[in-house]
T-cell receptor, first 114, second 113 residues
Framework: NAGVTQTPKFQVLKTGQSMTLQCAQDMNHNSMYWYRQDPGMGLRLIYYSASEGTTDKGEVPNGYNVSRLNKREFSLRLESAAPSQTSVYFC?????????????FGPGTRLTVT | RKEVEQDPGPFNVPEGATVAFNCTYSNSASQSFFWYRQDCRKEPKLLMSVYSSGNEDGRFTAQLNRASQYISLLIRDSKLSDSATYLCVVNDPRSGGYNKLIFGAGTRLAVHP
């Protein structure tokens, strides 16, 4: 039981390049989330998927797209990376409703855009 | 104004000390409250939920004051292993349910021998 896994762990991109961050969970959770974490700002929600087949914008969606590929997998795409997207990205999953308070996080992807 | 505000610290305390963290939240409609712990360069993990009546888990006590929109975490008999960043978290009532959480920026605790 791996929980939430993310790939890659580290990535360096040049401005304008694109990439997809992968996330998978094996806990049969319905809801999945993508966050970014920057110093002094806490975790900010980029996109979330309350259940398979649905996605919704969070607090900071600009410059990102997501795909809920199936119940297990939720990917985050940067179409044209910018230095402002340098951050640590966390994927998380939970049960919906009141269970959403307990979110299980992946180990994170450290992204640097030069 | 940030939706969830915490003193960033760091709080530097000796082993065995009692330390308290505070947090305020801006939306009075929030219904669910939590403390998460995040070790350096690791992912956040749920430490405990916070209930209206207050709750305790071993050396950790969490309290909620809805009237003041204030949440606290008390750690007694601090251990070296308690060194981490503690995140105050509330649900986002604008999401129409409990699906979305709002995270504070965290309070860093350093326990020294």
């Amino acid at each position: 039981n791996a929980g939430v896994t993310q790939t890659p762990k580290f990535q360096v991109l040049k401005t304008g390049q694109s990439m997809t961050l992968q996330c998978a969970q094996d806990m049969n959770h319905n809801s999945m989330y993508w966050y970014r974490q920057d110093p002094g700002m806490g975790l900010r929600l980029i996109y979330y998927s309350a259940s398979e087949g649905t996605t919704d914008k969070g607090e900071v969606p600009n410059g990102y797209n997501v795909s809920r590929l199936n119940k297990r997998e939720f990917s985050l795409r940067l179409e044209s990376a910018a230095p402002s997207q340098t951050s640590v990205y966390f994927c998380a999953s939970s049960e919906p409703g009141q269970g959403a308070g307990e979110q299980y996080f992946g180990p994170g992807t450290r992204l640097t855009v030069t | 104004r940030k939706e969830v505000e915490q003193d960033p610290g760091p709080f530097n305390v000796p082993e065995g000390a009692t330390v308290a963290f505070n947090c305020t939240y801006s939306n009075s409609a929030s219904q669910s409250f939590f403390w998460y712990r995040q070790d350096c360069r690791k992912e956040p993990k749920l430490l405990m939920s916070v209930y209206s009546s207050g709750n305790e888990d071993g050396r950790f006590t969490a309290q909620l004051n809805r009237a003041s929109q204030y949440i606290s975490l008390l750690i007694r008999d601090s251990k070296l292993s308690d060194s981490a960043t503690y995140l105050c978290v509330v649900n986002d009532p604008r999401s129409g349910g409990y699906n979305k959480l709002i995270f504070g920026a965290g309070t860093r605790l350093a326990v020294h021998p």
